[in-house]
């Protein structure tokens, strides 16, 4: 059965509608009952008692009516969501009261005010792809705000009253001391929606008016993105690819924070994984499980640091070792030493750019000779919004915009910005895609590394026949795929570093 071309809110319960196997709903403007191959004659007929009017009847395998669940009930409007919220008592404080470990969202008949506003919150933000949560307390506001393909958005502003308690809330599905308000405190919880996983890491923050309340939400159940389907070009590619085929050495993914730098790093592992190899991590946090690799989670509370946990893996016989990010010294040593007794090694640093993790490395002081001998390649990426195929508007970009992205003014389009419709929410972009820049080791180089060589000479060799970042995404420019905007605001810095 295909997907419901037009639906209406469902009006039996969520838990009855799983329980029983049966949905009621409207497809296509017909009122339809639709009956799991194993739901009984009398769920049906209660369905049609409550629908109060004639309705067709389908019959889904249990799979599909799974999938229908989990569409039909996730598919709610915050904005209704909070006004049923909002009708509740004045009393918020009592409804703080604990929750399991795990929860499904949509199998709750508390009909507790404050639970109802974060269910809904929650939901909307998994239906519009949210990356985060903010929960912003001001004086005379309290404003929710959704990262959503990394833009943050206006969501709600609340009342500021409800500050405390919707921060409380919170801290009780994470498991947090609700009493302490002056300390950051961080914690997790995970919950399903329907048939999808999805895992919260919660952090608060005291501020003036309240405690801050930010959740990432990272889907469990979501597939990994395998290298060829992260959007670099075939020689970004074939190089990336040839450097993690070699039986040792270090591969570098930078980037700032929120620029897909994991998500490369998991696909490149996915594909070494292939079962005749030991590969092991140390990650803070584990964002995806991994079959068949072996994964650390990094807790400084109890000493266990990543130069703690890559000393304690290399006792484990690894072939592959992937280290969520070098951010110190002694880290930075052991990944080296790790390369030169035979180990690949796959990790992240924050730089601007490729040539950039280079100098970071070499300030940490690991010496320019055990670099070049040991560095295999180094990849630079972010992230920019994709157009929205139905409302991107056509227009002539001006000689100047092309030439801050290096364009000439006779290169032809076709070229795109920005307008805004609902099928993107009126920002004009749905999804996004990575920008890559990628340096190979070669001896040239190598040498370079060892004379200390400058950055902007080492950048003006590695990239003689490469696509820098901004060449990337000039590229995806005139393709058709982002808005020159997009381009600029994640490039712009690194164009001034190099300059």
Request: proline share 4%; net charge negative.
């Amino acid at each position: 059965m295909n997907a419901p071309a037009a639906i209406t809110l469902p009006k039996l319960s969520y838990g009855f509608a799983r329980q029983n196997g049966v949905l009621l709903t409207t497809i296509d403007g017909t009122l339809t009952v639709i009956r799991r191959t194993d739901a009984g004659l009398s769920a049906c007929l209660e369905a049609r008692r409550i629908a109060g009017a004639p309705a067709a009847l389908s019959e889904v395998s249990a799979t599909e009516f799974e999938r229908l669940l989990s569409q039909i009930y996730a598919s709610g409007d915050l904005s209704e969501t909070v006004a049923t919220a909002m009708d509740g008592p004045d009393d918020l404080m009592s409804l703080a009261e604990n929750l399991p470990r795990t929860s499904d969202l949509l199998d709750s008949d508390d009909d507790a005010p404050i639970i109802k506003l974060i269910n809904g919150i929650l939901q909307e933000a998994i239906r519009t792809r949210a990356s985060d949560i903010h929960i912003e307390p001001y004086e005379n506001r309290l404003a929710v705000r959704f990262r959503i393909d990394g833009a943050l958005r206006d969501m709600l502003s609340l009342s500021s009253k409800l500050s405390s308690t919707l921060a409380s809330r919170v801290k009780v599905m994470a498991q947090l001391d609700i009493a302490k308000k002056r300390v950051p405190q961080d914690g997790r919880f995970s919950l399903n929606l329907g048939e999808r996983a999805i895992d919260v890491r919660v952090s608060t923050l005291p501020s003036q008016y309240g405690e801050r309340v930010v959740m990432r939400l990272l889907e469990k159940t979501a597939a990994l993105m395998n290298l060829s389907d992260l959007g670099m070009d075939v020689g970004t590619l074939a190089a990336f690819k040839a450097a993690l085929a070699k039986p040792n050495g270090i591969v570098l993914v930078t980037g700032p924070t929120g620029s897909g730098k994991t998500t490369t790093l998991y696909g490149a592992v996915s594909g070494l994984n292939d079962g005749s190899r030991n590969i092991l991590t140390v990650e803070d946090p584990v964002e995806y499980a991994l079959d068949g690799v072996g994964q650390t989670q990094v807790n400084d509370k109890v000493g266990m640091s990543f130069a703690a946990g890559l000393r304690a893996i290399l006792r484990q016989d690894p072939d592959i070792v992937m280290i969520g990010e070098i951010r110190d010294p002694e880290t930075a040593e052991i990944a080296v030493q790790s390369a030169l007794t035979g180990h690949m090694v796959l990790s992240t640093v924050h730089t601007n750019s490729a040539i950039g993790a280079i100098t970071r490395l070499r300030d940490m002081g690991i010496e320019p000779f055990l670099l070049a001998s040991t560095v295999t390649a180094v990849v630079a990426q972010r992230l920019v919004r994709r157009l929205c195929g139905t409302c991107k508007q056509g227009y002539t970009p001006t000689p100047a915009e092309l030439s801050e992205l290096d364009l000439s003014a006779k290169t032809s389009g076709p070229y795109f910005r920005a307008k805004g419709c609902n099928a993107c929410q009126n920002t004009g972009y749905v999804g996004r895609l990575g920008l890559y820049e990628v340096v190979s080791m070669d001896d040239d180089l190598r040498a370079m590394i060892h004379e200390n060589a400058s950055e902007t000479a080492m950048e003006a060799h590695a990239f003689t026949s490469r696509e820098t970042l901004l060449q990337s995404g000039a590229r995806h420019f005139q393709n058709g795929l982002t808005s020159s905007d997009d381009v600029l605001r994640v490039c712009r810095g690194n164009m001034v570093e190099g300059a």
